[in-house]
């Protein structure tokens, strides 16, 4: 049984920062990449970022330059700092494992951003 546990959303004034963190515990093993997912009221989840175990990073064109996705591979937990922050980006954000085995969501964290 694999879980992500999510933590570190909260309400933020635009332009400010936040950092969410997402441990894996559980039978983990081979690791293909880990993850930010994001679902705003009536749109479809989309990526965030994504960071592979040879630590290659994908970001969204919405995203670039303002989140920066890390992990510490001794801990299988993956990082998503976020500066300037908008409106725009307030959704409920999900940490996303994918293993050889299967792929994993964690249950979500809601992040506000007002105006």
């Known amino acids: 049984q694999v879980q992500l546990v999510e933590s570190g959303g909260g309400l933020v004034q635009a332009g400010g920062s936040l950092r969410l963190s997402c441990a894996a515990s559980?039978?983990?093993?081979?690791?293909?990449?880990m993850g930010w997912y994001r679902q705003a009221p009536g749109k479809q989840r989309e990526v965030v970022a994504t960071?592979?175990?040879?630590?290659?990073?994908y970001y969204a064109d919405a995203v670039k330059g303002r989140f920066t996705i890390s992990r510490d591979n001794s801990k299988n937990t993956v990082y998503l700092q976020m500066h300037s922050l908008k409106p725009e980006d307030t959704a409920v954000y999900y940490c996303?494992?994918?293993?050889?085995?299967?792929?994993?969501w964690g249950q979500g964290t809601q992040v506000t951003v007002s105006s």
């Open positions: 960071i592979s175990s040879g630590s290659y990073t």
């Open positions: 996303n494992l994918a293993t050889t085995w299967g792929i994993y």
């Open positions: 559980g039978s983990i093993s081979s690791i293909h990449a």
